[in-house]
């Protein structure tokens, strides 16, 4: 059983991360959602795991889903996930916030099924909390504070956008991913990422996702806070 003192590069350390999509719910039968599978996210774990930490995913809606080792926390929407996150996030070395959190949601959920000759025509949407800002403001200025790593979806203007939600979000690194180059993205178990560094660093990864999970833990070590004594 590898526990809090197995031997490797991450013994003693405690992992946080966010996976899979978030669900908003509109009425008991319906929500607004995205085709995150967790498995980035689930791969980080279970490489950190391998290495030694002791790893806690808060996990939005996923189909089954290897758990071993894992001490794995479900959860349904973005504000259960920032729930979750924030109890945790000032006890970790390293928090990765890999899931796709839905950025709004319906502004109502109504207590019963709406019919379809009752539904509203236009939906109305609020936005949800920020998961990974709102963790990032949490341990700012400490003295030891954990590693903060995102990670940034992208169609388009990839590497630009994903440098400013880095500085935006107050990160240590984050993981670019164009979701629509091939062998990346959704569901899949490769991915091609970009993952750019606070110091101004920028690192192609590529590979199967355990692979790419093994070289960002690699990348991501060095902003990791020095033993406690
Ligand atoms: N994130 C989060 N909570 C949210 C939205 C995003 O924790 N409500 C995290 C994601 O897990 C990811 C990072 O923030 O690590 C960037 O997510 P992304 O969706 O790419 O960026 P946003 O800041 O939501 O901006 P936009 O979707 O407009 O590009
Ligand atoms: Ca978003």
Redesign the pocket.
């Known amino acids: 059983a590898k526990g809090l003192f197995a031997p490797g590069p991450l013994a003693g350390r405690r992992v946080l991360l966010?996976a899979g999509p978030t669900r908003e719910y509109l009425d008991p039968v319906r929500f607004i959602s995205n085709p995150s599978t967790g498995k980035m996210g689930l791969a980080v774990a279970q490489a950190a795991r391998s290495l030694g930490a002791h790893v806690t995913v808060v996990l939005g809606p996923v189909g089954t889903v290897e758990r071993a080792g894992l001490d794995v926390v479900d959860v349904v929407g973005?504000e259960d996930m920032a729930r979750e996150v924030l109890a945790r996030v000032e006890d970790v070395d390293l928090f990765i916030?890999?899931?796709?959190?839905?950025?709004w949601k319906p502004q109502t959920r109504a207590a019963h099924k709406v019919k379809k000759t009752e539904g509203p025509e236009t939906l109305t949407l609020v936005r949800?909390?920020?998961?990974?800002?709102e963790a990032s403001r949490r341990v700012a200025g400490r003295e030891r504070r954990p590693a903060l790593v995102?990670?940034?979806?992208?169609t388009q203007r990839v590497v630009e956008?994903a440098r400013e939600?880095l500085q935006r979000?107050g990160l240590d690194a984050i993981v670019a991913n164009d979701v629509t180059a091939p062998g990346a993205g959704f569901g899949v178990d490769t991915n091609q990422v970009t993952v750019l560094t606070r110091d101004g660093g920028e690192h192609a990864l590529s590979g199967t996702k355990r692979e790419v999970a093994r070289a960002l833990l690699d990348l991501v070590r060095g902003y990791l806070p020095a033993q406690p004594q």
């Open positions: 966010t973005a916030a890999s899931a796709a959190v839905s950025d949800t909390p920020d998961v990974l800002a995102g990670f940034a979806a992208e956008y939600k979000k």
